[in-house]
């Protein structure tokens, strides 16, 4: 029996698909303003400051939990459709996380469709891990991380060092990431009701503000890692809420890296909305959740 706490998201997600619905000809601009409220979920991570920087050309936000070892970095790329989201909306979760593993945690503001489609966010996603690696932080004291389209990014750039003959990070982080750009999930449907925000019309308008109409990108390994080879690839943990309607990607991604032997972990929580971690401070099966992610990271 998930915590009263907990609903706090379900009911700010039910907020924002009636302000949607109410105004189905909302503006792009307002639509950013509205995600930019996710950062109501979660509580003030205590002892963690901030200092805005730009790296490799790309604006950030760096979040340095006290007595942090600032040569450990979250790169953390957020969620929101590739379209909405930003470093406002995310540093506080990417605190307390990094406050969890006692890292530093570098929330990067790439650049968002559809001014700027595929493969862009990649692009900032790459240059910002170059400019690391070049100030003399070594890569398997990287880990990347991210959420819904965010966890897509923290999947994909991996794959993205890698064909560029880069030194790969220590370990990937993914909370509830969408990557299934074909909408064949099952939990698509099979969650419906319980989701209070998802829907395939949402990420369908996501996808062509993504990647246009070529719907063969749909299944290109840097838009869908579905279809990614994982052969060579660093530890992975996935998590993602039980009642969410993109539960199916996280299964799936799951099942696929562990086919090739990558060591990956699947913490699916009862009851729970997309990216639930935005909970933490507020909820305790937020805060357990990242506590699981910390023991499992100190143990890599």
Avoid at 38 to 58: C, N, Q
Avoid at 177 to 195: C, I, Q, R, V, Y
Wanted: aromatic share 8%; charged share 25%; hydrophobic share 40%.
């Amino acid at each position: 029996m998930q915590t009263k706490q907990a609903d706090f998201l379900r009911e700010l997600y039910k907020e924002w698909s009636d302000r949607m619905a109410a105004n189905p000809n909302m503006t792009l601009a307002d639509m950013r303003s509205l995600f930019d409220e996710w950062e109501k979920a979660t509580l003030e991570p205590e002892d963690v400051t901030y200092k805005t920087d730009t790296i490799g050309g790309v604006n950030t936000v760096w979040a340095y939990p006290v007595g942090c070892n600032k040569s450990k970095v979250l790169l953390y790329t957020h969620g929101g459709g590739f379209a909405v989201g930003s470093s406002s909306s995310h540093r506080k979760v990417a605190g307390h996380v990094a406050k969890a593993l006692g890292v530093s945690a570098l929330v990067i503001d790439y650049r968002r469709s559809p001014e700027y489609p595929f493969p862009a966010q990649l692009e900032d996603a790459v240059a910002v891990y170059k400019a690391l690696l070049q100030s003399g932080i070594k890569a398997k004291d990287i880990s990347t991380i991210g959420d819904s389209a965010g966890g897509n990014l923290a999947v994909t750039s991996v794959l993205k060092f890698r064909e560029l003959g880069l030194e790969l990070p220590g370990c990937v982080i993914a909370f509830s990431p969408w990557l299934n750009m074909e909408l064949t999930g099952s939990t698509l449907k099979t969650n419906a009701e319980t989701d209070a925000l998802i829907t395939p019309e949402i990420l369908q308008g996501m996808i062509g503000m993504f990647i246009g109409e070529d719907d063969s990108k749909t299944r290109h390994p840097l838009v869908n890692p579905l279809y990614a080879d994982f052969k060579v690839y660093p530890p992975l943990y996935i998590n993602a809420g039980g009642a969410e309607a993109l539960l199916d990607d996280s299964v799936r991604l799951h099942e696929r890296a562990k086919e090739m032997g990558v060591q990956s972990t699947l913490s699916v929580v009862d009851g729970m909305q997309h990216v639930f971690p935005f909970l933490a401070g507020r909820a305790k099966e937020a805060d357990e959740e990242i506590k699981r992610i910390a023991d499992w990271y100190q143990a890599l």
